[in-house]
């Protein structure tokens, strides 16, 4: 009892001394704190705690460890539905078209995974790639096009949390954040099925688990989740990946657990990530470079693995 007791309570003092390091360091003035470094934090730990906590389900559910928003296009798909909103003028409208991006990108995923009828993992991870090299060229098109809006979509390619908001816009955002975090309790509700649904399909549905509509219910989900957090934050890589792993070194097993320390760990993550984006030079570097800097060799030695 007393080792994870010392996890919990090292992961507590961690978590609570970045907090004060992100919002205090430089000793700010509380207009500062309030307009600037407190809507940040909160976007910070939102989407690192949504993506961790979305790849630890992709990756059970489709028994990949490659698994993730990510790998599966979905991010691709609601940068480009986001970022095509954004040039049209309707700025604060990206998060629907984040929404709509991502569940275009499901439907086309999941229509081709689609195998003699049934659902094949193999096929969705291929959807996925493929998707994601479309929308990625679509986006590519509209930065041509746009020349002018080149900021906001490098942003959303690479990764932004320093968006400024007005007092309407912070509203929103503040509504988009509480429906994400009520999202994810829902999906942890799932976690007890989700790990039926691990000893594979004909066994989950001997138990009486509806499959097919279980991985709808979640991939729907999901993508609204994805879809608000890309909006926001711009596509993120390798967090959905990365933490998942490193949680399952100290629970193997227990969707429930691993789920709750991704969340958990996937913020605290981030927040370290966006710490060293905003201080490792005199220039911002986009989060998402830092992230990808630690997750494309992670991921070669998974693959490899």
Same mark, same amino acid.
């Given at each position: ?5 010392? !996890? ?12 004060? +390091? ?11 704190? &309030? ?42 798909? %609601? %940068? ?9 003028? @309707? ?11 991502? $569940? ?9 995974? !689609? ?10 991870? =291929? ?15 509209? @930065?041509? &096009? ?12 690479? $990764? ?16 988009? @954040? ?32 509806? +499959? ?11 993508? &609204? ?8 934050? $711009? =596509?993120? $890589?390798?967090?959905?990946? =990365? ?31 966006? &710490? ?30």
């Amino acid at each position: 009892m007393k080792k994870p007791l010392v !996890q919990f309570s090292l992961l507590t003092a961690l978590s609570l001394g970045l907090i004060f +390091v992100y919002l205090m360091s430089g000793n700010p003035g509380n207009n500062i704190i &309030l307009q600037v470094r407190l809507p940040r934090l909160i976007l910070t730990l939102m989407t690192g705690l949504s993506l961790a906590g979305i790849g630890s389900i992709y990756q059970l559910m489709l028994a990949n460890p490659l698994a993730e928003p990510y790998i599966l296009g979905i991010s691709s798909g %609601a %940068a480009f539905g986001s970022i095509l909103f954004g040039v049209l003028g @309707m700025v604060v409208l990206m998060p629907l078209g984040g929404f709509l991006g991502a $569940g275009l990108t499901l439907i086309l995923v999941w229509g081709l995974a !689609q195998k003699q009828g049934r659902f094949d993992k193999t096929r969705l991870l =291929i959807s996925g790639v493929i998707a994601g090299m479309f929308f990625g060229s679509a986006i590519s098109l509209l @930065m041509y &096009l746009k020349r002018q809006d080149t900021l906001l979509i490098l942003g959303t390619l690479m $990764g932004n949390l320093g968006r400024i908001f007005s007092r309407s816009e912070y509203s929103i955002f503040l509504a988009l @954040m509480a429906l994400v975090l009520l999202l994810m309790v829902w999906l942890g509700r799932k976690s007890l099925i989700l790990d039926i649904m691990s000893g594979g399909d004909s066994y989950a549905s001997s138990v009486g688990i509806d +499959v097919n509509r279980v991985r709808q219910q979640i991939f729907v989900i999901t993508s &609204l989740i994805i879809g608000i957090v890309v909006s926001y934050a $711009g =596509i993120i $890589g390798f967090v959905g990946l =990365i933490i998942p792993h490193l949680v399952r070194f100290w629970i193997p097993s227990g969707q429930k657990r691993i789920y709750l320390f991704s969340l958990w760990t996937g913020a605290i993550f981030l927040l370290f990530c966006d &710490l060293l984006a905003k201080n490792m030079t005199v220039v911002e570097l986009p989060v998402g470079v830092i992230t990808a800097a630690v997750g494309c060799p992670f991921f070669i030695w998974q693959m490899l693995k």
